[in-house]
């Protein structure tokens, strides 16, 4: 297997294993209320009836919905954790401070510690396989430097035309009456 795959496989195995550490650490717990009135420590159960929108005026019923960027699947938590690799991760995490119990309204910086999953995996499984995998590329540019036809081909040349070098001519001074003034 070419190195690249190795740095592959590992970010692979990685965003497993912190989705798995994210599941059980989220897992259930980004779910709302779709309208404002169940707030902590209200829940699922105070998350029933009708309420108006305030910018159109209508009678929306109340339904208890889960973030589009979740931990509750191994699928969601890689696909969450493929957003916060690409750096956008601000949402995620301010929703995962956010986070109570299952089927609890979440409260503002409720816990604030869940911010530290996100930097570990910032540090860890993006920052740390992307060294990788600009070492592995590097490496191997340094490895087959020299060793292709063209390459070998190029070097023979240049050591030809060191020898074979044509001597290098002074150039004379002029001697028109313009030159000799200046």
Not at 47 to 55: H, L, R, W
Not at 122 to 151: M, T
């Amino acid at each position: 297997m070419i190195p690249v795959s190795y740095v592959f496989l590992f970010s692979v195995f990685t965003s497993v294993v912190f989705g798995l550490v994210g599941m059980g650490l989220f897992g259930g717990k980004f779910y709302s209320c779709s309208a404002p009135g169940a707030a902590y420590p209200g829940g699922k159960l105070e998350c029933v009836g009708f309420s108006v929108q305030d910018e159109t005026g209508m009678l929306m019923p109340r339904s208890w919905v889960n973030d589009y960027h979740n931990f509750d699947t191994i699928w969601d938590a890689c696909t969450t954790l493929l957003q916060v690799a690409t750096l956008k991760y601000v949402g995620v995490m301010y929703r995962a401070m956010d986070v109570t119990a299952v089927d609890q309204s979440p409260r503002e910086d409720a816990t604030e510690a869940s911010s530290l999953f996100f930097v570990a995996f910032i540090v860890c499984g993006r920052l740390f396989v992307y060294n990788l995998f600009v070492a592995f590329i590097v490496d191997g540019f340094y490895a087959s430097r020299g060793s292709s036809q063209s390459s070998i081909a190029f070097g023979r040349l240049m050591r030809q035309l060191k020898i074979h070098k044509p001597p290098r001519e002074d150039y004379k001074m002029w001697t028109n009456r313009l030159s000799k003034w200046l």
